[in-house]
């Protein structure tokens, strides 16, 4: 694949994820929406499947990684060229910004009866259920420690996925991030989840926003970078010791 068609699909299948991902935040929260009350389950299963159907989109052109935390953790563990790893951030973040004016596209009356300029944030970008951002880093450093993991050990060839399944079993393993751990701070787990629709939220005309939070905007780009690279580490260091375990027996 050229390098163009890899940036492209990285800006696809963020779009997309972010479309379907900020449209289940809307129908569930919305005052006016068929949705409304849907629940957390709904939240995250429609995310695990926002990412399942992105990635079987793109998969076999870019990876499908729709992450820069992903994507960075893959370039320092030598997973991915280091060269693609600029353009492969600025395609996502693009990507989530576009996909989430999208979602504005298909809500935008809907937001505009809101009454809560809380609400109209939320169904964009995270935030904490309680506002302690040292802590807020922890959570989404473990999720996506968790996330990046889950996503090595699904693609470790001794597990023998077939690689069809793999998109499903990760937006099953982003399902189960988001029932274990969201609660705390709705699961970014990926930068550009958070800051491309923040960054969509700031500059669209939605009657009655609000502010968009930007104090808190650089929790879900630190707590998931640093959870990714810890991540693949960690996943890095096990295979290796138990290499070396069954070398020796």
Not at 213 to 225: A, D, K, L, Q, R
Not at 231 to 244: P, Q, S, T
């Given at each position: 694949?050229?390098?163009?068609?890899?940036?492209?699909?990285?800006?696809?299948?963020?779009a997309?994820?972010?479309?379907?991902?900020?449209?289940?935040?809307?129908?569930?929260?919305?005052r006016?929406?068929y949705?409304?009350?849907?629940?957390?389950?709904?939240?995250?299963?429609?995310?695990?499947?926002?990412?399942?159907?992105?990635?079987?989109?793109?998969?076999?052109?870019?990876?499908?990684?729709?992450?820069?935390?992903?994507?960075?953790?893959?370039?320092?563990?030598?997973?991915?060229?280091?060269?693609?790893?600029?353009?492969?951030?600025?395609?996502?973040?693009?990507?989530?910004?576009?996909?989430?004016?999208?979602?504005?596209?298909?809500?935008?009356?809907?937001?505009?009866?809101?009454?809560?300029?809380?609400?109209?944030?939320?169904?964009f970008?995270?935030?904490?259920?309680?506002?302690?951002k040292?802590?807020?880093?922890?959570?989404?450093?473990?999720?996506?420690?968790?996330?990046?993991?889950?996503?090595?050990?699904?693609?470790?060839?001794?597990?023998?996925?077939?690689?069809?399944?793999?998109?499903?079993?990760?937006?099953?393993?982003?399902?189960?991030?988001?029932?274990?751990?969201?609660?705390?701070?709705?699961?970014?787990?990926?930068?550009?989840?958070?800051?491309?629709?923040?960054?969509?939220?700031?500059?669209?005309?939605i009657?009655?926003?609000?502010?968009?939070?930007?104090?808190?905007?650089?929790?879900?780009?630190?707590?998931?970078?640093?959870?990714?690279?810890?991540?693949?580490?960690?996943?890095?260091?096990f295979?290796?010791?138990?290499?070396?375990?069954?070398?020796?027996?």
């Amino acid at each position: 694949m050229s390098t163009t068609s890899m940036y492209l699909a990285e800006f696809i299948g963020t779009a997309l994820l972010l479309l379907l991902g900020n449209g289940v935040n809307m129908t569930l929260s919305l005052r006016k929406s068929y949705g409304k009350n849907g629940g957390w389950i709904c939240t995250c299963l429609g995310w695990g499947m926002a990412v399942t159907m992105s990635a079987y989109l793109t998969g076999w052109v870019s990876g499908a990684h729709l992450n820069p935390a992903l994507s960075i953790a893959l370039a320092i563990s030598g997973r991915m060229d280091a060269a693609l790893l600029p353009g492969y951030i600025i395609a996502q973040v693009l990507g989530a910004m576009f996909g989430a004016m999208l979602a504005y596209l298909v809500y935008k009356d809907l937001l505009d009866e809101e009454p809560d300029s809380g609400t109209k944030l939320g169904v964009f970008s995270t935030g904490p259920a309680i506002d302690n951002k040292p802590w807020n880093v922890v959570t989404e450093f473990i999720g996506t420690a968790i996330l990046v993991i889950g996503i090595l050990a699904i693609g470790y060839g001794k597990n023998q996925v077939d690689p069809g399944m793999g998109p499903f079993l990760v937006g099953m393993l982003i399902f189960v991030i988001g029932m274990s751990t969201g609660g705390a701070t709705g699961f970014a787990i990926n930068p550009a989840r958070d800051l491309g629709p923040r960054i969509a939220h700031a500059i669209l005309p939605i009657k009655g926003k609000g502010g968009s939070n930007w104090g808190y905007s650089w929790v879900p780009v630190v707590g998931p970078i640093l959870g990714a690279v810890v991540g693949a580490l960690l996943f890095d260091a096990f295979v290796g010791e138990c290499i070396v375990c069954a070398a020796s027996l």
